[in-house]
T-cell receptor, first 112, second 114 residues
Framework: NAGVTQTPKFRVLKTGQSMTLLCAQD?????MYWYRQDPGMGLRLIHY???????AKGEVPDGYNVSRLKKQNFLLGLESAAPSQTSVYFC???????????FGSGTRLTVV | AQTVTQSQPEMSVQEAETVTLSCTYD???????LFWYKQPPSRQMILVIR??????QNATENRFSVNFQKAAKSFSLKISDSQLGDAAMYFC???????????FGAGTRLTVKP
């Protein structure tokens, strides 16, 4: 009964470093999403995927890349981290566009 | 572009009382979905209630209900008999039908006073 699992939960990066956030879901959902949450701005969509092997840009895609090689996994990469990418990152999944999402517990990323 | 506005950054309510959180949205679409999510200090996003725009009847889930005014593009959340566990950030969200981009408001922080 795991739902959506995000790893890691916390991370501190130095400017220019790279990292990958992993999202895994065990509900056989087709759709997966990466959001970032910043104070006073709610959640904003970075990238999303409508199925294995597909990805698309959301509202704030710059500086991020994603991959969905397996249906259950959705990876978010930062190639060269910047302080502006300090945020809480949420992964979510759904099996239909008409329903709400199931969210992971988030990753707090700090770029110094 | 669709935008979601939550005009109340913070709200407080006495335990057992009723509180209403406001949300307005901007869209030219007629077929869409609206959501309220709760985010407690644990950071987990929890779906509270969902409304389909083509349904006139307001959605209810136990102590949570909405007042959906389509013409006014308003979607408020009413919490009855407030409990200490209701304290959280509440986000209003909008998604157009057959679209993958769910848009969120900035959130309202609800405090429940014992």
């Amino acid at each position: 009964n795991a739902g959506v699992t995000q790893t890691p939960k916390f991370r501190v990066l130095k400017t220019g470093q790279s990292m990958t956030l992993l999202c895994a879901q065990d509900m056989n959902h087709e759709y997966m999403y990466w959001y970032r949450q910043d104070p006073g701005m709610g959640l904003r969509l970075i990238h999303y995927s409508v199925g294995e092997g597909t990805t698309a840009k959301g509202e704030v895609p710059d500086g991020y890349n994603v991959s969905r090689l397996k249906k259950q996994n959705f990876l978010l990469g930062l190639e060269s981290a910047a302080p502006s990418q300090t945020s809480v990152y949420f992964c979510a999944s759904s099996n239909s566009r008409i329903y709400g999402y199931t969210f992971g517990s988030g990753t707090r990323l700090t770029v110094v | 572009a669709q935008t979601v506005t939550q005009s109340q950054p913070e709200m407080s309510v006495q335990e057992a009382e009723t509180v209403t959180l406001s949300c307005t949205y901007d869209t030219s679409e007629s077929d869409y979905y609206l959501f309220w999510y709760k985010q407690p200090p644990s950071r987990q996003m929890i779906l509270v209630i969902r409304q389909e725009a083509y349904k006139q009847q307001n959605a209810t889930e136990n102590r949570f209900s909405v007042n959906f005014q389509k013409a006014a593009k308003s979607f408020s959340l009413k919490i009855s008999d407030s409990q200490l566990g209701d304290a959280a950030m509440y986000f209003c969200a909008y998604r157009r039908r057959n679209n993958n981009d769910m848009r969120f408001g900035a959130g309202t922080r609800l405090t429940v006073k014992p």
